[in-house]
C-alpha cells in the first residue's frame, strides 16, 4: 500500500463521522424544506378549493414535487461537499507527511515509474528541492529497477508534492495533485461507496 493509498484509508474513516453529521444536516434541511413547501401547497389548496379536487391535488402534487426536488440537490450539494474536502485533506496530508516517511513513498513511486533502458530526470518543486536528503540520490539509484536511470534535476518545477520525470524531452507529471486527479473518478466512486452506502442500493 502507497503513502496516498495509506492517506486516503485515514481520511475515509475520519469522514465517515463528518459525512453522517453533514448528511444529517442537510435532511433536517430537507425536511424542512418539505414541511415549508406542505404547508404553502395547504394554503394554496385552500385557495383554489373551489376550483375543485381535482385542481387542489395536482397544485398539491407539483408543490411536493418542487420541495423533494429542493431537497435532492441540496443533499447532493452536501455530498460534492464532502468529497472535495476529501481531495483537499488527502493532498495536505500527502504533503505534510514527516520528511523520511514523504521521501520514502517519493522513492517508491519514482521506482514504479521509472522508465526501464531510459535514462532520464526527477524534478522536484522548489520547496522538496531545498530539503532533498543527502543520500537521496544514491539510494534513488540504488533502488530503480534493473535497467532504469534518473537523474535529479538542478532547477526546480512549478508544482507542490511529488515529482516531475522527464524522457527525451518528454515529461510526466507525477505530483501529488496530478496523481489524484488522474484517479479522482475511481477514487470518488470507491469513497463514495464507503461514506453513503444507502445510496448504493
Known amino acids: 500500500m502507497s503513502g496516498l493509498e495509506k492517506i486516503l484509508d485515514d481520511i475515509r474513516g475520519q469522514a465517515e463521522s463528518a459525512a453522517a453529521q453533514i448528511l444529517s444536516e442537510a435532511e433536517e434541511s430537507a425536511k424542512a424544506i418539505r414541511e415549508e413547501a406542505k404547508a404553502n401547497a395547504d394554503a394554496t389548496?385552500?385557495?383554489?378549493?373551489?376550483?375543485?379536487?381535482?385542481?387542489v391535488a395536482l397544485a398539491k402534487e407539483r408543490a411536493l414535487s418542487s420541495s423533494q426536488l429542493m431537497g435532492k440537490r441540496q443533499i447532493l450539494g452536501k455530498k460534492q461537499e464532502i468529497l472535495r474536502g476529501v481531495f483537499e485533506e488527502a493532498l495536505a496530508r500527502a504533503q505534510q507527511m514527516p520528511e523520511s516517511e514523504y521521501f520514502d513513498v517519493i522513492l517508491k513511486m519514482a521506482c514504479a515509474n521509472a522508465h526501464k533502458g531510459e535514462s532520464g530526470t526527477i524534478a522536484f518543486?522548489?520547496?522538496?528541492?531545498?530539503?532533498?536528503?543527502?543520500?537521496?540520490?544514491?539510494?534513488?539509484?540504488?533502488?530503480?529497477?534493473?535497467g532504469?536511470?534518473?537523474?535529479?534535476?538542478?532547477?526546480?518545477?512549478?508544482?507542490?508534492?511529488?515529482?516531475?520525470?522527464?524522457?527525451?524531452?518528454?515529461?510526466?507529471?507525477?505530483?501529488?495533485?496530478?496523481?489524484?486527479?488522474?484517479?479522482?473518478?475511481?477514487?470518488?466512486?470507491?469513497?463514495?461507496?464507503?461514506?453513503?452506502?444507502a445510496a448504493q442500493e
Open 45 to 55: 389548496c385552500r385557495e383554489i378549493l373551489s376550483q375543485g379536487e381535482k385542481g
Open 125 to 146: 518543486g522548489e520547496k522538496d528541492l531545498g530539503r532533498l536528503p543527502q543520500d537521496f540520490a544514491a539510494r534513488l539509484a540504488a533502488s530503480l529497477p534493473e
Open 148 to 197: 532504469a536511470s534518473l537523474r535529479v534535476a538542478e532547477g526546480a518545477v512549478p508544482i507542490e508534492g511529488g515529482f516531475m520525470l522527464s524522457y527525451g524531452g518528454i515529461e510526466e507529471n507525477c505530483s501529488f495533485s496530478s496523481i489524484l486527479e488522474a484517479k479522482k473518478e475511481e477514487l470518488q466512486d470507491e469513497i463514495c461507496r464507503i461514506l453513503f452506502p
